[in-house]
């Protein structure tokens, strides 16, 4: 167990390591932004525009965050998707950009898990896990207002260990089945859960595999899940800020112990929330 979680924590500081050169070889003015040109990953492009208005930019049929530089430039903060390779593009109306996404080889992490239905649903699950679907696709596909002062400097929304980095691939029971599209905090069940930044509760319910979760709305297509709660201390609609308890830490849904599962979504792509967090070694 304790060569599993060193290695863990290299392969978390080499991704760290990876975002940081990668930011460094930016212009200064951009140094506040995610860079990490890899699956998984944000990368930050400016535009070259500098307009007035804000910019739509595309990636496929999503918008991405556009956020306004000082110099009156518009740069594209942009979650690349786990199956991402090579190149990146962009599209406005007007215009396209293309950007050389890297390579990053994650890990593999192999789970037993005991309610073997969490691995192979029954066909009543299937029709369940299909309603929870068509519920979470919009939640994580909103694009709405602006995003929240602070969003590139998320807080922990709750310390401990991290029990599962962002992006492994995944066998439970020895069954290939989809990357890890969070991170995984382990924390005694009941602990309060805290808003990482200012949002919108656009999405709360008890799911089969997510178990009693909760969607934040950060802003632009920037959106937190929180899941295995205990507990939901919020409703749907309301506005938080950040810091406000959201719920409790659980082991609800398909979870070998109490953890948060804390998932954080750019333009409808599952990116590593540690890049989005001001202190990513804080969590203890
Ligand atoms: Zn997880």
Redesign the pocket.
């Known amino acids: 167990m304790a060569i599993k979680m060193k290695i863990l924590s290299a392969v978390t500081a080499s991704l760290l390591l990876v975002a940081n050169t990668l930011c460094h070889a930016q212009a200064d003015s951009l140094s506040d932004y995610p860079m990490a040109a890899i699956p998984g990953g944000i990368v930050s492009v400016p535009l070259g525009i500098t307009s007035h208005e804000r910019p739509t930019v595309k990636l496929g049929k999503q918008p991405v965050l556009t956020v306004q530089e000082t110099s009156g430039e518009w740069v594209a903060v942009v979650g690349v998707p786990l199956e991402q390779n090579g190149k990146l593009t962009l599209t406005s109306q007007q215009k396209q950009w293309t950007v050389e996404v890297g390579t990053h080889d994650y890990p593999e992490q192999h789970i037993t898990v005991e309610n073997k239905r969490h691995v192979n649903p029954e066909t009543n699950d299937m029709t369940r896990i299909n309603k929870e679907y068509a519920l979470m696709g919009p939640a994580y596909k909103g694009y709405n207002g602006i995003v929240a002062e602070g969003w590139q400097k998320m807080s922990w929304p709750v310390k401990g260990p991290l029990s ?1 980095p962002f992006g492994f691939k995944r066998f439970f029971n020895e069954q290939p089945r989809k990357p ?1 599209s ?1 991170l ?1 905090i382990a924390a005694p069940a009941g602990t309060t859960i805290l808003a990482p930044a200012d949002g919108k509760i656009v999405l709360t319910g008890e799911f089969f595999f997510n178990g009693n979760s909760v969607f934040i709305d950060h802003g632009q297509g920037l959106i937190s899940m929180m ?1 295995h709660m205990s507990r939901i201390d919020v409703k749907d609609g309301q506005i938080i800020k950040r810091g406000d308890a959201i719920g409790a830490v659980g082991q609800t849904g398909r979870a070998t112990g109490p953890h948060l ?1 804390w998932s954080i979504s750019m333009n409808n792509t599952r990116v590593n929330p540690l890049l989005l967090v001001a202190d990513p070694n804080g969590n203890q």
């Open positions: 599962s890890h969070g995984d899941c599962h």
